[in-house]
């Protein structure tokens, strides 16, 4: 199974971006995929779950309901996006999608060793 991330960029302060992670080699019908990221000289950080079947979320506590997390059914891979609106100079950071072929309950969504399948990493930059 391979993830593969995408939409990354740069963008100025208060920009938006969607990014979008896409599994390939397996299709899950029971699944859980999130976001994370990772800023230069940080440790990495929980952004955002989602459970596949029954869409609910987990976002992580700095986000303040900037970001959204959602999964797109009607295709044939296990999709998933991250809306990200009023970007801000601090979310500057790789961006990484994971997943786990199983359900996990919201409370450990944020756990990363949870997760079996990572992405490459998307970039997104935020600066004037």
């Known amino acids: 199974v391979q993830l593969q991330a995408s939409g990354g960029g740069l963008v100025q302060p208060g920009g938006s971006l969607r990014l979008s992670c896409t599994t390939s080699?397996?299709?899950?019908?029971?699944?859980?995929m999130a976001w994370f990221r990772q800023a230069p000289g940080k440790e990495r950080e929980f952004v955002a779950a989602?459970?596949?079947?029954?869409?609910?979320?987990?976002?992580g506590p700095s986000l303040k309901g900037r970001f959204a997390i959602s999964r797109d059914k009607g295709k044939a891979e296990n999709t998933a996006y991250l809306q990200m609106n009023s970007l801000k100079f601090e979310d500057t950071a790789v961006y990484y999608c994971?997943?786990?072929?199983?359900?996990?309950?919201?409370?450990?969504?944020?756990?990363?060793?949870?997760?079996?399948?990572w992405g490459q990493g998307t970039l997104v930059t935020v600066s004037s």
């Open positions: 989602i459970r596949w079947g029954d869409g609910a979320t987990r976002d």
């Open positions: 994971a997943a786990a072929g199983r359900n996990f309950n919201t409370g450990s969504m944020d756990w990363a060793q949870r997760y079996d399948y």
């Open positions: 080699g397996r299709t899950f019908s029971s699944a859980t």
